[in-house]
């Protein structure tokens, strides 16, 4: 496994929190890498991406899944958020990151800075 970016190690605060870490796949590129980010129940309005320095944090909120007044006998579905954070073990152009969200998939493309591209170099 790759190791440009990495998954931050939780505080024992943070696992206190009501939240969970979603899964997530990373696909690295020539140009950029590709980070799906799974969210199911978080409408796009919901989803937030933030960058800092070298950490990608992700954040979805989920509301309840039952009406309001609602009985319910047996339920093991929760409207806990998700929280992802991220090292970023690579340099990438902040301005150029972009992300979509469809069908609780949250889509973040982290094109790589100049200085990270591979180059050929001509020798003489």
């Not at 496994?1 to 690295?28: C, G």
């Not at 937030?48 to 309840?64: A, F, H, N, Y």
């Amino acid at each position: 496994m790759s190791n440009e970016i990495t998954q931050t190690p939780e505080t024992a605060t943070a696992r206190r929190q009501s939240w969970h870490r979603p899964r997530y796949a990373v696909k690295p590129g020539k140009e950029a890498y590709e980070l799906k980010v799974y969210l199911p129940g978080v409408p796009k309005a919901q989803a937030e991406v933030t960058i800092e320095k070298d950490q990608l944090l992700v954040v979805g909120r989920r509301s309840s899944v039952r009406p309001e007044g609602s009985k319910v006998v047996h339920e093991e579905l929760n409207a806990d958020d998700y929280r992802l954070q991220l090292q970023l073990n690579v340099n990438i152009n902040p301005e150029s990151i972009a992300a979509q969200s469809e069908n609780g998939v949250l889509t973040i493309h982290l094109p790589l800075a100049e200085e990270s591209k591979p180059r050929a170099i001509t020798v003489e």
